[in-house]
């Protein structure tokens, strides 16, 4: 479909669909649950329901609708999220759509406690966590294992959430130790090809490890996120899917952390909890010398005041790689999962290219080569591409050399030759090389 | 011509003396005479603009490829690229600013450019000795008013981070010194320190006591890092400029002509999925 840019795309109000609260075992809930009923007084709420796959089967079920949206119990909605719209073209049966939380303990804006609006058709399909073959691990929802190469997480602008995992000591350990656990379970099975997204990860591990201590329970969420990273580095026999065993970590928090650091002054009025203060402290520092010698992630021991400063700094981006954005350009190019949309691909290469993706440069290119552009033009699909090879894109060599074969009498047969040859050396070769 | 290696540059010598990085074809001047060599080099070449690199600045070699949006190629106001310190790690609006070539024919000095795209041009250095490095510091400071928490806390950064890079305590207490409230000049604040030249072996300890004496006087959240917690922090800092560089620039760009309009739309669009403000 073409349609002029210059046509406005039709949007929905986000506040159209059901919300449903979803809650297990925190003892903060009932408070957020009254906060988001002030501002949504038709959401509904699912609690207690035990595992993650089944959890959200039960929101769906509840919400009673095609799609529905996901509010995790230590989220709380901000303003903004009654202004947000949602083009119409983005509500295909095969998409989740994501709009990242930012955490109020370290400041990351992630997926962690994301809003998420769920097509009921997905979550019933889904085969996530607790439902996933035995053969297979899964860490999240696999959104994009329900119909591989069709089903996809959409990252969404904006973040119109605040979540808060460590209202209590024990839930702040659990979602320090579930969150690096699957983060640096990610980073095992990366490979070469994909060293961005590692140093993303480390990124994100680095800040789970060291941010937090300004935090009323931010020393158990760091001191959490430290043993997720040596349970997965050197624990023997240790399987990843226990993260989604909530008994499993109540009874290793009841029978082994509390113990180890001991009862104390800190006390937690929520949860009645006691600890040593200091003794955590140690713990923490002693943690991170040994993680030192065993994994590439640095982190710092840092006071409550530099810890403020980070974190309320607001200087961390959202956890996105522009990656994401060019692969649901990508999708709306070719009709994968929706319906062929070029104005929306176009806008989404855009926006990934001016994050300076190389993949997107080329694909705005190749948009223009392909004469799929509202006014496709070679000249600037040649300095696109010449741009994208300037930034170490595998494929602009190669399309390059393609245009300038179709387009050019002056291109050298020697130059369009380098440009094949770069892009071999890139790893992309492909055989036929003639459009 | 839309990529910034489209147009003549000419760079700004400062102290260093590394002339590999980005722009491989420059012109060199001094900072005394650049924007006259700009003005002969626009004449020279016929280029429509002449982009001139700041003095300290190691352009990346991808500053070249920086496309400059068509819509603000052909407009007759100064566009300025942003750089990243290595010291700090954080952004700087001075970087490299592309000057038409009509402006710089009356031009003194280089002009302020009119929007600073997002997009940075490489690494700030300025540290090769500890004076320079204090005088960078200082300007990086000194005069900033910062409106909004999130503002204030990375002005503190701004004089916090950098332990572990050359001169880098120098450079902090340059940059503690321009947030004192009646900040001395920035001579005057250096003499202050200078003796530490003889005894480096006290900087750790005297940042210590200058970034107390800092927080005191103003409440900044300014803190004397370790080395390594510096380090580890910087490491956190995104790659991409700061959500207020991204306004900046939509605003700029909406100020100016509604022309810009659908280059400010972009830039949102394209900023509203990184920083949340912005959405």
């Given at each position: 479909m073409r349609r002029p840019r210059s046509e406005k795309l039709s949007s929905v109000p986000l506040s159209d669909f059901p919300v449903v609260f979803i809650s297990y075992d925190e003892p903060w809930a009932d408070r957020i649950w009254e906060k988001l009923q002030e501002a949504r007084p038709d959401a509904k709420r699912v609690h207690g329901i035990k595992g993650l796959n089944a959890c959200h089967v039960a929101a769906a079920e509840e919400a009673g609708a095609e799609w529905f949206l996901t509010v995790d119990a230590d989220t709380v909605l901000c303003d903004s999220a009654s202004d947000v719209t949602i083009p119409d073209a983005y509500l295909q049966p095969m998409f989740r759509l994501d709009w990242p939380s930012r955490n109020a303990v370290n400041g990351i804006v992630s997926g962690n406690g994301s809003l998420k609006l769920w097509p009921r058709k997905l979550v019933m399909d889904m085969r996530s966590h607790?439902?996933?073959?035995?053969?297979r691990v899964s860490l999240d929802a696999d959104v994009g294992a329900i119909?591989?190469?069709?089903?996809r997480l959409v990252p969404m602008p904006g973040c119109h959430s605040v979540s808060d995992p460590s209202r209590t000591p024990f839930h702040a350990f659990r979602a320090g130790f579930r969150e690096t656990s699957f983060l640096s379970w990610l980073v095992r099975r990366l490979s070469g090809r994909e060293a961005r997204n590692v140093d993303d990860l480390a990124q994100i591990i680095a800040i789970w490890c060291s941010l937090g201590t300004h935090a009323p329970h931010g020393k158990w969420m760091i001191y959490g996120a430290r043993l997720g990273l040596w349970a997965e580095y050197a624990w023997k026999n240790w399987d990843i899917r226990t993260t989604h065993d909530y008994d499993w970590i109540a009874m290793f928090w009841k029978r082994h952390v509390l113990p180890r650091i001991g009862t104390g002054g800190e006390r937690c009025s929520l949860s009645d909890t006691h600890w040593d203060a200091d003794r955590l402290g140690e713990e923490i520092t002693a943690l991170g010398r040994v993680l030192e010698n065993v994994s590439d992630i640095p982190m710092a021991d840092v006071g409550a005041g530099v810890s403020a400063t980070m974190v309320d700094?607001?200087?961390?981006?959202?956890?996105?790689?522009?990656a994401a954005i060019d692969a649901l350009g990508r999708a709306f190019q070719k009709g994968s999962g929706s319906p062929i949309n070029i104005p929306i691909a176009t806008e989404l290469f855009e926006v990934a290219a001016l994050l300076e993706y190389p993949s997107s440069i080329t694909n705005l290119a190749r948009l223009h080569q392909l004469e799929l552009?509202?006014?496709?033009d070679p000249d600037f699909a040649e300095s696109l591409f010449r741009q994208a090879m300037a930034l170490g894109c595998a494929y602009a060599p190669h399309h390059l050399a393609t245009l300038l074969r179709q387009n050019?009498?002056?291109?050298?047969t020697d130059e369009i030759a380098r440009l094949v040859d770069l892009s071999a050396e890139r790893g992309f070769a492909p055989v036929e090389t003639t459009a | 011509m839309t990529l910034l290696g489209d147009f003549p540059v000419i760079r700004t010598r400062g102290a260093e003396t590394e002339r590999n990085g980005g722009f491989g074809d420059a012109v060199w001047s001094a900072a005394g005479d650049v924007t006259a060599a700009a003005r002969q080099l626009a004449m020279d070449t016929g280029a429509p603009a002449i982009v001139i690199v700041a003095a300290h600045v190691k352009p990346s070699m991808q500053a070249g490829v920086i496309r400059i949006a068509p819509e603000l190629a052909t407009i007759d106001a100064a566009i300025g690229f942003p750089s990243r310190s290595l010291v700090t790690g954080l952004f700087l609006t001075s970087g490299a600013v592309l000057v038409p070539a009509k402006l710089l024919q009356t031009a003194e000095s280089v002009p302020t450019p009119t929007f600073v795209l997002p997009h940075s041009v490489g690494r700030f250095a300025g540290n090769e000795t500890p004076e320079l490095a204090f005088g960078n510091g200082y300007t990086t400071t000194f005069g900033r008013v910062a409106q909004t928490v999130e503002k204030r806390q990375r002005l503190g950064l701004a004089a916090s981070l950098g332990t572990e890079a050359l001169n880098g305590y120098w450079w902090i207490l340059g940059a503690l010194a321009g947030l004192l409230p009646q900040a001395l000049p920035v001579h005057e604040a250096w003499v202050r320190h200078e003796n530490l030249l003889s005894a480096p072996n006290d900087l750790p300890r005297h940042l210590e006591g200058e970034s107390r004496r800092v927080r005191l006087a103003?409440?900044?959240?300014?803190w004397a890092l370790s080395q390594s917690d510096s380090r580890t922090l910087k490491a956190m800092l995104p790659e991409w400029p700061p959500s207020d560089m991204w306004q900046d620039f939509v605003s700029a760009c909406k100020d100016f002509s509604p022309d810009l309009d659908s280059v400010a739309e972009r830039y949102t669009r394209a900023a509203s999925h990184v920083w949340s403000e912005m959405a």
């Open positions: 607790e439902r996933a073959p035995d053969n119909r591989p190469g069709r089903s700094g607001q200087i961390f981006p959202a956890t996105r790689h522009p552009a509202e006014d496709p050019s009498e002056a291109a050298s | 103003t409440d900044m959240p300014v």
